[in-house]
């Protein structure tokens, strides 16, 4: 079993920052991606950043030049820093992580629970 906790939301002013933490644990697995994801109300759900273990990272448009995510595989984390935040950045901030079970070679996407970020003039 798989279990993400994910970290870090709460009030942020114009301008300034935040970062956001997302762990995993359980066992038997091997990440292959991990990112973020919002959902801003009445707004689709859509990628803020991802990393392939090992590989590229991917940004969304609102991103960009902006956010940086980080992957520590030591520890199962990713982090989110977001800098220059704007008031539309508001949002629930959403971990996932694709993962593969090592005993049966499944390949599954799990979510967290998601953390609220909110962005003040």
């Known amino acids: 079993q798989v279990q993400l906790v994910e970290s870090g939301g709460g009030l942020a002013q114009v301008g300034g920052s935040r970062t956001l933490s997302c762990s995993v644990s359980?066992?038997?697995?091997?990440?292959?991606?991990m990112g973020w994801y919002r959902q801003a109300p009445s707004k689709q759900r859509e990628l803020v950043a991802n990393?392939?273990?090992?590989?590229?990272?991917t940004y969304g448009d609102s991103a960009k030049g902006r956010f940086i995510v980080v992957q520590d595989m030591a520890k199962n984390t990713v982090n989110l820093q977001m800098n220059s935040l704007k008031t539309e950045d508001t949002a629930v901030y959403y971990c996932?992580?694709?993962?593969?079970?090592?005993?049966?070679?499944?390949?599954?996407?799990?979510w967290g629970e998601g953390t609220q970020v909110t962005v003040s003039p």
């Open positions: 996932q992580v694709q993962i593969t079970d090592t005993n049966s070679d499944l390949r599954n996407d799990y």
């Open positions: 359980g066992s038997n697995f091997s990440i292959q991606v």
């Open positions: 990393i392939v273990t090992g590989g590229t990272t």
